[in-house]
């Protein structure tokens, strides 16, 4: 895929399909979180490394973008119980196979991973990006990672671009960075919502 436009006075949040702060949440159902929504907002997301253009990225994107796959298949094959991606993994769970299930579980982790990034990023301006992809890396994605794993996402953490360009290539300034923060914070929401949801007993395959 190749990265989006960013048209004149506007910034990569502008090219996006659907925003994490659009997903639908129902806080009085659970914070039962839309499947469509969710996994159109992840779709928009990965266009994120596009943007970066760093070829080591793409082992990052390659990882969403299957797990979405994987749950995107599940909510096709059995619509009316994957409204929301709770009820996708919990009747996914009653035929005894967990493909989406886990594959929603990588997806978590991996939006943790580049959620958590950005928004250290945007707390501290003097710090590099990538030295916020590392901190990031070690305490979302890095317990998880098997030892063959882990030099591949070291190496895309090398590549990191300069913080000023990063932001720059997302058509971020001053100005801009209150909806960088918007959208980061929703995105941290719901990561928290399913991983709180992934904790418990009904969600779990092993």
Not at 30 to 48: I, K
Not at 124 to 146: C, I
């Amino acid at each position: 895929m190749s990265a989006p436009v960013i048209p004149p006075g506007k910034t990569w949040l502008d090219t996006l399909n659907k925003s994490f702060v659009d997903v639908h949440v129902d806080a009085a159902n659970d914070n039962a979180v839309s499947t469509s929504d969710f996994l159109e907002a992840a779709e928009s997301f990965t266009t994120l490394f596009d943007v970066i253009g760093v070829l080591a990225f793409n082992t990052v994107k390659s990882d969403l973008v299957g797990n979405i796959k994987k749950i995107r298949e599940r909510q096709l094959a059995a619509p009316a119980e994957s409204e929301t991606l709770q009820a996708l993994v919990i009747n996914e769970l009653k035929t005894k196979k967990h493909t989406a299930t886990e594959g929603l579980l990588w997806l978590v982790r991996g939006l943790q991973f580049t959620g958590e990034a950005i928004r250290d990023s945007l707390d501290a301006p003097d710090k590099e990006l990538a030295d916020s992809f590392r901190t990031a890396y070690g305490s979302t994605l890095k317990p998880h990672h098997s030892f063959l794993v882990k030099p591949v996402f070291t190496a895309a953490l090398s590549a990191t671009p300069y913080r000023k360009d990063f932001f720059s290539k997302l058509g971020f300034d001053a100005g801009a960075e209150p909806a960088l923060k918007e959208y980061v914070a929703a995105l941290q929401n719901q990561v928290k919502i399913l991983q709180d949801f992934q904790s418990r007993k009904e969600a779990q395959w092993k």
